[in-house]
T-cell receptor
Framework: NAGVMQNPRHLVRRRGQEARLRCSPM?????VYWYRQLPEEGLKFMVY????????ESGMPKERFSAEFPKEGPSILRIQQVVRGDSAAYFC?????????????FGPGTRLTVT | AQSVTQLDSQVPVFEEAPVELRCNYS??????LFWYVQYPNQGLQLLLK??????LVKGINGFEAEFNKSQTSFHLRKPSVHISDTAEYFC???????????FGTGTSLTVIP
């Protein structure tokens, strides 16, 4: 059973460009979470999605950031008009439908560098 | 809202010595507690979790943690560390009603040969 997959692993963008980060949850998992880790800091929650629904986006910046989890395909975190402050590691996690264990399985992350 | 404090940002320890990584949390409701390990340039791997029941929780790689409700702590311990334990360790909490985890800022454990 493959784990949570994220791609690309490393992404370099110039200021003003768009960044698209992809996350494929573990097989059978229908809940996806995105976190951002700034240098020397812990992970900060951004958004929680189920298939075709955003459940909690309380951690998302109000502008330039959006997320989706379509019926088919991976979850996408999209950052428009990137700025240097967006440079960070972005982690995706997934959990199964019953969530009885309240356990989240993390992917390897996408390291975004804005130049 | 919940918050997590990891008081020690860096912990150096000699190989085969015991180690304790401290974690305190604040919450007005009951929580679930977790410890994750992050190796360089990798994602987070679950070490152990406390959901309910026994306050002493055993995890992978010989780690254990004890939930202390009165002191709102969930310290991680290992009686004898190995070089391979060198990594970043994150404590996290999740309340029963929300869907997000709150993470501490991490403790960098360095095992010295």
């Amino acid at each position: 059973n493959a784990g949570v997959m994220q791609n690309p692993r490393h992404l370099v963008r110039r200021r003003g460009q768009e960044a698209r980060l992809r996350c494929s949850p573990m097989k059978g998992h229908s809940h996806v979470y995105w976190y951002r880790q700034l240098p020397e800091e812990g992970l900060k929650f951004m958004v929680y999605l189920q298939k075709e629904n955003i459940i909690d986006e309380s951690g998302m910046p109000k502008e330039r950031f959006s997320a989706e989890f379509p019926k088919e395909g991976p979850s996408i975190l999209r950052i428009q008009q990137v700025v240097r402050g967006d440079s960070a590691a972005y982690f995706c996690a997934s959990s199964p439908p019953n969530r009885g264990s309240y356990e989240q399985y993390f992917g390897p992350g996408t390291r975004l560098t804005v130049t | 809202a919940q918050s997590v404090t990891q008081l020690d940002s860096q912990v150096p320890v000699f190989e085969e010595a015991p180690v304790e990584l401290r974690c305190n949390y604040s919450s007005s409701v009951s929580v679930y507690l977790f410890w994750y390990v992050q190796y360089p340039n990798q994602g987070l791997q679950l070490l152990l979790k406390y959901l309910s029941g026994s306050t002493l929780v055993k995890g992978i790689n010989g780690f254990e943690a004890e939930f202390n409700k009165s002191q709102t702590s969930f310290h991680l311990r290992k009686p004898s560390v190995h070089i391979s334990d060198t990594a970043e360790y994150f404590c996290a909490v999740s309340d029963l009603n929300r869907n997000q985890f709150y993470f501490g800022t991490g403790t960098s454990l360095t095992v010295i040969p």
